[in-house]
């Protein structure tokens, strides 16, 4: 998933950038009439009780980030290949141009794509006048100084906890924010996002951007399926004992620097450790059903590095784009991953030191469907391993 350091590594000097929201985006993506009925609520109306289910996809729902994030990938690619700029983030948009009217034209082609395909664009939280100073996810980003800032108001609120930490007396609310991730704060936090406050019930839990150092005080959400955790300033994995259930975690844009502690999530489907500080993967070939592993910008450098990735048989879509691996000997890595199929290595030193590298990767990773941003196609793959199949025997 892209976010505001995607943002950050595409702009250029006194670029031109317009933010686009979209309306009840999930809302606009229908559920199988044979699915429909997993998504059912029990409302007491007037004294009685009805069911009611959901016939879109529902806000809450623990993969619904994920299912949205893959649907919407399909129509970046597509303006991408328009040479359209844009970084998305579920349903954020930042648009980013030359001019003013260059600009103005890539707005009037993303909004008029997302209207074909049925998406209804929030004019009121949409900022579509090109400027070269704009606010994207909680942000302000300036291509003129090339900076990245916290806009006015978080500042002011940053400065009003440093004053209060120093005064006798504080409100409760206030206490917690300064305290970190306690157990009332993580409640208040389910307020605020109208989760329950019985924390078992929970299924999906938001504590991303808030600034935690420590993973803590979440024995009681045993129910847990998607944890978010982007954007904060966690150093270890660590008191996820109690997520028995959990299928998605994400942890990336954090300091993390080794991967642990995971044993216990045996459920684990999918997990995002991308912009790290990781040197090693390690302690991911004891969890069973893990399908996905995002682990690009870490540190990761020596074939030794990845070593372990051969003894994780579950995994089929893997990302290692832009680290620092410099030896071509990876593909021997990758090549002992039975059920690899979607694939990111850019970004690389070594793939400059494999002739004909997207041939060849496909003819040694038989069951490649995807390379780096692209798609292998069925007759593509006939033609490389054929070609392969005649070297070998020359």
Not at 273 to 296: D, F, H, M
């Amino acid at each position: 998933m892209e976010s505001v350091s995607s943002a950050i590594k595409i702009l250029f000097p006194d670029c031109f950038m317009a933010a686009i929201d979209l309306k009840d985006a999930y809302y606009h993506v229908p559920i199988h009439r044979a699915y429909q009925n997993f998504l059912r609520v029990a409302v007491f109306v007037q004294g009685q009780l009805k069911h009611y289910q959901y016939a879109a996809l529902p806000f809450g729902l623990s993969i619904a980030p994920r299912i949205f994030t893959k649907l919407m990938s399909e129509v970046m690619s597509f303006l991408r290949s328009r040479d359209i700029v844009i970084v998305p983030y579920l349903d954020d948009f930042l648009v980013i141009g030359r001019s003013v009217d260059h600009c103005l034209a890539q707005i009037e082609e993303v909004t008029t794509t997302l209207a074909v395909l049925g998406w209804e664009i929030n004019v009121a939280k949409s900022r579509l006048t090109p400027e070269k100073v704009q606010s994207f996810l909680g942000l302000v980003l300036d291509s003129t100084r090339q900076l990245c800032l916290l806009p006015e108001s978080k500042i002011s609120k940053i400065q009003s906890l440093v004053e209060l930490g120093h005064q006798p007396v504080m409100t409760v609310r206030k206490a917690m924010s300064l305290l970190g991730l306690t157990k009332k704060y993580l409640r208040e936090l389910c307020k605020q996002h109208k989760l329950y406050t019985t924390p078992y019930l929970n299924d999906t839990l938001y504590l991303h951007y808030k600034g935690f150092t420590r993973l803590e005080n979440l024995e009681e959400y045993t129910g847990l399926k998607c944890l978010w955790l982007e954007c904060n300033g966690l150093q270890r994995i660590e008191n996820l004992e109690a997520q028995t259930e959990l299928r998605c975690l994400f942890l990336h844009q954090n300091i993390i620097n080794k991967i642990e502690n995971l044993e216990h999530l045996q459920k684990l489907d999918s997990i995002n450790l991308s912009n790290n500080y990781i040197k090693t993967i390690e302690n991911l070939s004891g969890l069973p059903v893990l399908n996905t592993l995002q682990i690009a910008h870490n540190q990761l450098q020596t074939v030794g590095d990845v070593h372990h990735l051969q003894k994780c048989h579950s995994i089929s879509i893997l990302d290692l784009s832009h680290n620092k691996l410099d030896d071509p000997a990876v593909i021997d890595v990758l090549e002992k991953m039975p059920n690899l199929h979607v694939l990111n290595l850019m970004g690389n030193e070594f793939i400059k030191k494999i002739p004909n590298y997207r041939k060849m990767v496909t003819v040694r990773l038989k069951g490649l469907t995807y390379l780096d941003d692209r798609p292998i196609f069925p007759k593509r793959q006939s033609m490389c391993r054929s070609l392969g199949q005649r070297r070998t025997r020359g």
